[in-house]
């Protein structure tokens, strides 16, 4: 693209004369505007779980999960401090429930997934169904759907929350309505909606419907024994090893309309090729220990650290060890929009790269 026209004195006693009226000119901003490639003022960073931890404990003697409505520590991107974001699109924090706890029940049309972290037997309710959760399961909030949760196991249950809020206030479309009691009605039996929509089967009637995948769990022991079942074939992908994507049974994409979210299988060793994509990508190790160079940046990642890898930065992962990696981005969106757009390998034409 040109370089930005220069400025001369007419031309600026002009746009100071336009500026009254909230009148710009385009041509000083062009080409900040319409970048050859994504820049984006997100960073890579990493989260070292047992940081959080020790803090989230200090903030479990400071508040209540009920007075907080939600105990979270917001993860902020060292590039977006004072926004709540992780990405420009997306939020991420660490929820805490200790035992006994309730985190009373709201809704709002933002949506939420859930990756839990750390605790056994605490749950969820969602629209009439509770679900109890373990460490690794991959939980989902639809837009609209009511949400509380509970905590009757003995433990602090942790977990990682990723939204759509940065997406939704862009779009000026936040609503949120609280419960008129804490904790709701449940209307339907625990392993329903896994029962109905997760055993390869639908209702027989069942239309493509909904947005959001009807299955709210993902429990992580079936996702990981078909990873662990997949190697056998040995069939490597050079950028990402064994990746899946969680997905809507009624539709078979994503779970979820504006996060799509992710598990990966590295092998021990494995060492994948570069990669780079327009979604900024939200990672938690589950199992294992390994390092991701992230553009200039490298960081070493053990159990339930969190990292992030900001749009069309170019990653590439190694493993010490068989790792597993869970990831969260906006690709659903950028997909429905049309402009997702990756690079694998060396690629240097972003115009041809895919
Ligand atoms: C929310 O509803 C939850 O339900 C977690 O656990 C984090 C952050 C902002 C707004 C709503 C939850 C949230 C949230």
């Known amino acids: 693209m040109a370089a930005a026209p220069v400025d001369t004195p007419e031309r600026q006693a002009f746009y100071a004369k336009i500026d009254k009226s909230h009148l710009t000119p385009l041509w000083t901003s062009l080409a900040a505007l319409i970048t050859p490639e994504p820049k984006s ?19 479990g003697a400071l508040i209540t999960a009920r007075e907080a409505e939600r105990r979270v520590l917001v993860l902020e991107n060292p590039g977006l401090r004072g926004q709540s974001k992780i990405t420009t699109s997306l939020y991420a924090g660490v929820q805490m429930v200790l035992p ?11 949506s939420a997934l859930r990756f839990v972290l750390e605790g056994s037997g605490a749950h969820t309710s969602v629209d009439g169904e509770r ?16 949400h509380d949760h509970g905590n009757q196991s003995r433990d602090p249950m942790l977990w990682l929350d990723g939204l759509d809020i940065p997406l939704i206030q862009f779009l000026d479309a936040s609503f949120i ?38 299955i709210f769990n993902y429990p992580y022991a079936r996702s990981r024994d078909a990873l662990e079942k997949m190697r056998r074939a040995n069939e490597w992908d050079s950028c990402h090893g064994l990746k899946m994507r969680y997905t809507n049974p009624e539709t ?18 494995f060492k994948t090729s570069p990669y780079r994509a327009t979604d900024a ?29 900001p749009s069309w930065q170019k990653v590439e992962h190694e493993a010490d060890e068989d790792a597993v990696l869970f990831s969260f981005s906006d690709r659903p969106v950028q997909e429905k929009l049309g402009i997702w757009r990756q ?10 790269g895919s």
């Open 281 to 309: 990508s939200v990672f938690t190790a589950v199992e294992g220990h390994g390092r991701s160079r992230i553009g200039e940046t490298l960081v070493e990642w053990g159990p339930k650290d969190i990292f992030v890898v």
């Open 252 to 269: 078979g994409g994503h779970a979820m309309p504006t996060i799509g979210a992710f598990l990966q299988l590295l092998p021990k060793g």
């Open 131 to 146: 679900t109890m959760m373990e460490v690794g399961d991959f939980v989902i909030t639809p837009s609209g759907a009511w």
């Open 100 to 110: 006994g706890e309730t985190a009373p029940a709201h809704r709002h049309s933002q």
């Open 41 to 59: 003022p997100c960073r890579p960073h990493l989260w070292r779980y047992q940081e959080i931890r020790a803090a989230m404990m200090e903030a």
């Open 343 to 352: 690079n694998r390998g060396n690629v240097q034409n972003v115009f041809e």
């Open 177 to 214: 309505e609280h419960h008129s009691e804490d904790v709701q009605k449940l209307t339907r039996k625990d392993g329903d909606s896994q029962a109905r929509y997760g055993a390869n089967m639908l209702p027989v009637d069942a239309i493509a419907g909904r947005l959001t995948s009807p």
